[in-house]
């Protein structure tokens, strides 16, 4: 029933379209400037009466397409409302994510509603972003009070958004009214019915989830990160992994939601292919949440340090996917230890901005890990260590670039030149430079010297911090 009035809603519009551009009676425009505004009745009762009719055709439909329109947009600032007041629901940028593609598919999903006339207690329907996010809660425990809070907070924020393209479109003060009245009165039964559904999916899900081997392994992983004993037997039992051999942590994620992208899929697909050039053809993967996952790639034996820097995944069948990846690590404390690594390498590959298809290994960005454990204290570590070499401007990024090499090199100006591709009398020069900007030698506090420009690109573009005014993130690249 619900498909069949919204095939006859869009060959409707399509009809309309094609006749008289503008004289659709589902979205026709307002009155009042010669135009007769035909319609054809909404479905739903809570339209009564030739007025709100009216209002409907004249006011609530171009105002639902509109919402449609701008949907994208509307929802972005419908998730930050709602990030505000739950930030325990929606702490991780994964999170926000999600539930910013779950509430502009239900934006949507709601304009099409109210253009179409239709009940929205028989029409609603949940997309499929709506439908992962509520599954995704009941397999990670979110409390179904909690979820539904967030829906009612989305409705609000949403409704206030609604409201105001209303008022732009209504024609007078009674239009307004009306159209308020009627809009509201069709979102809340929209939103009524849709936590109904809502409600019915988690419990289904969470029944389902706790039934399956899937929680089962879900609670082993828990048990084993959260340092909790658990005998190695019973372990590799439960998840069908021999937690006894040398882990390769990894953590593979997106950065946003599309509708019809099948995310675990992709993410999966990276996982496979890194595995595969470990010796590892069945990896134990744990999704993290709808955009995330966590996998451990075993061996029986040590895996060698040249084949993690080399470790690659097919971007074509996993676009848009990053990876970071601990160390190696035996047994159940090395699958922590190196599960917590594969983390901090996502952290920074996140700071840093690592391009698309990109594998962060731990032990390249080590340093810069533990010293961003405070990214806040870093910032200014960073701005006291660097002064005005931390500076913006193109000629003060290539004297720290070029310092940072020449560092790198011990110091060594024929090879920073060649790795640079410049003559050894300008790196000299640049050094000079660099070190009148800094007001000291630098055969003074070096290590902490090279501490600062690692960490400078960090820091770069922390909010409201000092550090953010004095350089830009991939500054301190080597530049000629």
């Not at 709602?82 to 910013?100: C, D, I, K, Q, Y």
């Not at 008022?167 to 809009?183: D, I, K, S, T, W």
């Not at 952290?347 to 810069?368: E, F, K």
Request: glycine letters at 6%; charged letters at 25%; hydrophobic letters at 45%.
């Amino acid at each position: 029933m619900r498909a069949s009035w919204r095939a006859d809603a869009r060959l409707l519009l399509s009809v309309c379209a094609n006749v008289v551009p503008g004289r659709c009676g589902i979205c026709a425009p307002p009155a009042g400037r010669g135009d007769t505004v035909q319609s054809m009745d909404p479905a739903w009762t809570g339209v009564r009466g030739d007025d709100q009719r009216h209002v409907w055709s004249a006011v609530l439909c171009p105002a639902a397409a509109e919402l449609a329109e701008r949907a994208g947009e509307i929802s972005c600032a419908v998730n930050d409302y709602t990030g505000e007041r739950l930030p325990e629901l929606l702490a991780s940028a994964e999170a926000l994510e999600v539930n910013r593609a779950s509430t502009e598919a239900s934006i949507r999903d709601f304009a099409e509603v109210l253009q179409a006339g239709a009940d929205p207690a028989e029409a609603v329907r949940l997309t499929p972003p709506t439908l992962a996010y509520a599954r995704d809660g009941a397999q990670h425990g979110v409390p179904l009070t909690t979820l539904m809070r967030s829906y009612r907070l989305a409705h609000a924020a949403t409704a206030r958004h609604f409201n105001a393209i209303l008022e732009a479109h209504a024609g007078n003060a009674e239009q307004r009214n009306l159209a308020a009245e009627l809009g509201s009165a069709w979102m809340f039964a929209y939103v009524d019915a849709a936590l109904c559904l809502v409600e019915e999916v988690y419990t289904a899900e969470r029944d389902r989830w706790l039934r399956s081997a899937a929680a089962s392994q879900a609670e082993t992983i828990d048990i084993i990160l959260a340092g909790r004993p658990i005998d190695s037997e019973v372990a590799s039992r439960r998840l069908r992994h021999d937690v006894r051999r040398v882990h390769v942590a990894a953590i593979a994620w997106l950065e946003s939601h599309e509708e019809g992208r099948n995310t675990q899929a992709l993410l999966e697909a990276a996982i496979r292919d890194i595995g595969a050039m470990i010796g590892d053809q069945k990896p134990l993967v744990h999704s993290l949440g709808i955009l995330s996952v966590a996998a451990w790639l075993g061996s029986h034996s040590d895996v060698p340090s040249k084949v993690l820097d080399e470790l690659r995944f097919r971007t074509a069948a996993a676009p848009g996917v990053r990876v970071a990846i601990g160390e190696p690590a035996r047994g159940i404390a090395g699958f922590r230890a190196s599960h917590l690594e594969a983390l901090e390498a996502q952290r920074i590959a996140q700071l840093t901005n690592r391009p698309l298809g990109s594998v962060t290994r731990y032990h390249n960005v080590s340093l810069r890990a533990l010293a961003t454990v405070d990214i806040q204290q870093a910032g200014v570590f960073v701005r006291r260590e660097l002064g005005r070499l931390g500076s913006t401007d193109e000629t003060t990024r290539r004297l720290a670039a070029t310092l940072r090499t020449y560092l790198d090199e011990n110091c060594s100006r024929g090879r920073t030149a060649k790795r640079l591709h410049v003559h050894e009398n300008t790196v000299a020069y640049r050094i000079r430079q660099a070190e009148e900007l800094l007001g000291r030698s630098l055969d003074k506090r070096t290590l902490e010297l090279r501490a600062a420009l690692a960490l400078a690109e960090l820091v770069a573009e922390l909010p409201g911090s000092a550090a953010a005014a004095l350089t830009d993130a991939g500054s301190l690249r080597p530049a000629n």
